[in-house]
């Protein structure tokens, strides 16, 4: 971490910026905070910064970011860069995931108990009733 930085408690990754302003519009409009554009001093993305409370009275530092690119070895250059720059508390990644209609509604939290990269392929019946991925 750059001596002139603050701690962050908890850095946020979106896959896309929609997702990130998202969840800008639902962090400040529950805890009335407002975020600071900002830019990497060492790597040059932009990010988002703000300062909340919890529920304890505490004080927690919240880094907003996103991909300049869409893909998983984009996603792995981005979040060495924060991790680099800001060594947060926590990390936690936002986006779009599946989940079964019958448990999970549009805005609910899942976390998922594995994870598969989505260009790695899928198996399928082969037309001689082989898998074959």
Not at 3 to 26: R, Y
Not at 104 to 130: C, H, M, N, P, W
Request: net charge negative.
């Amino acid at each position: 971490m750059l001596n002139n930085l603050p701690q962050i408690d908890v850095c946020i990754v979106c896959a896309l910026a929609e997702e990130a302003i998202a969840f800008i519009e639902v962090v400040s409009e529950y805890a009335q905070a407002s975020f600071e554009p900002k830019i990497s001093l060492l790597h040059g993305y932009d990010y988002r910064f703000t300062t909340i409370q919890n529920i304890n009275g505490e004080l927690l530092t919240l880094h907003v970011s996103w991909l300049p690119r869409y893909g998983p070895l984009q996603m792995a250059v981005h979040l060495s860069h924060v991790l680099e720059e800001f060594q947060p508390r926590f990390v936690a990644m936002t986006g779009i995931c599946a989940g079964d209609k019958n448990h999970v509604a549009l805005g609910d939290l899942v976390v998922a108990e594995r994870t598969f990269i989505y260009d790695s392929g899928k198996f399928v019946q082969s037309e001689d009733g082989q898998v074959a991925h």
